[in-house]
């Protein structure tokens, strides 16, 4: 112990220096919004290069796991098609229901991180502009909803998942009673959310399918998010409900990024409700 002490006496000019480098870094990148975005997009694809070199090794391990999960993607998807097929016999929704899905593209692209124990959790996929991905594109899982899309890089994007505590929340619309409130999460349990902002004169009940109302160009309408779990009439005005995701984030391995080919045309016009008259 006594020798530790000597040798950082003896070097206390070096690092003295050492630490003031660091801080001078620091209020640089901090302070600075065009260094700030170079440290960011080189930290990302570094650390991004990183986290997918080990995902790939530790995928390897998992390979039977992942078919089966596949297979149970498939599944469902065959499901979904055969369910459309008997949609489009009807003529007055195959002109709505085409146009709807023209507008959105879907890109694949595999999880290398995904938080889960923070308040704040995010998720970070393999692909970025080079891929032409942008912020705010929508994330879905082969289950239901998974997030948004914050930041890119060149190769990588990461962004805010489900599972973030924040200001406002997903715009979300219930099956029976076609109510509209925001699924929110509470930074308990990964596995549920809170539906707010439902008037107790909606008839809600357990077992109400939860999806994504299409009140903004980053997600489409009827994107499932969830069912109602528990439904608690207290003394508030609205409802106290509870839904149990339908995205499970502990073994999220892929997700499909949605790239709305409307949302600039959307963004350009509400930019000009913030632009003072002239």
């Known amino acids: 112990m006594i020798n530790l002490l000597r040798f950082l006496y003896d070097k206390r000019n070096f690092l003295f220096f050492v630490l003031l480098e660091v801080l001078c870094g620091w209020l640089i990148f901090t302070f600075n919004k065009y260094q700030g975005a170079f440290y960011f997009n080189s930290s990302n694809a570094i650390v991004g290069n990183a986290l997918s070199a080990n995902r790939t090794f530790t995928s390897y391990f998992d390979l ?7 297979v149970r993607e498939n599944i469902a998807l065959h499901t979904v098609l055969e369910n459309e097929k008997k949609i489009r016999k009807i003529a007055a ?12 593209d879907f890109i694949p692209a595999r999880v290398i991180k995904n938080s889960l124990t923070d308040t704040k959790n995010y ?3 393999d692909k970025g502009s080079a891929d032409g991905l942008s912020q705010y594109m929508g994330l879905i899982g082969p289950q239901g909803v ?6 890119c890089s060149d190769h990588y994007s990461t962004g805010f998942s489900v599972l973030h505590v924040k200001n ?22 990964t596995r549920f959310a809170k539906l707010k ?3 107790k004169h909606y008839f809600i009940q357990p077992g109400d399918t939860v999806f994504t109302s299409g009140f903004n160009a980053v997600f489409p309408a009827g994107l499932l998010i969830g069912v109602v779990e528990k439904v608690n009439d207290d003394e508030q005005s609205n409802y106290n409900i509870t839904v149990r995701l ?21 963004d350009s016009l509400e930019a000009k409700l913030d632009k003072p008259k002239k």
Do not use: M
């Open 64 to 70: 039977q796991e992942q078919n089966d999960k596949l």
């Open 197 to 199: 902002y439902i008037g």
């Open 93 to 104: 929704l195959t002109v709505a229901d085409s146009a709807r899905r023209a507008a959105f």
């Open 123 to 125: 998720i970070t996929i």
């Open 246 to 266: 339908a995205t499970d984030f502990g073994s999220l391995d892929h997700v499909y990024v949605i790239r709305s080919k409307k949302k600039p045309e959307i």
């Open 146 to 151: 998974v997030g948004e899309i914050k930041y």
């Open 168 to 189: 406002g929340g997903l715009s979300a619309r219930l099956s029976r009673s076609d109510a509209v409130g925001s699924v929110e999460w509470d930074g308990v349990d």
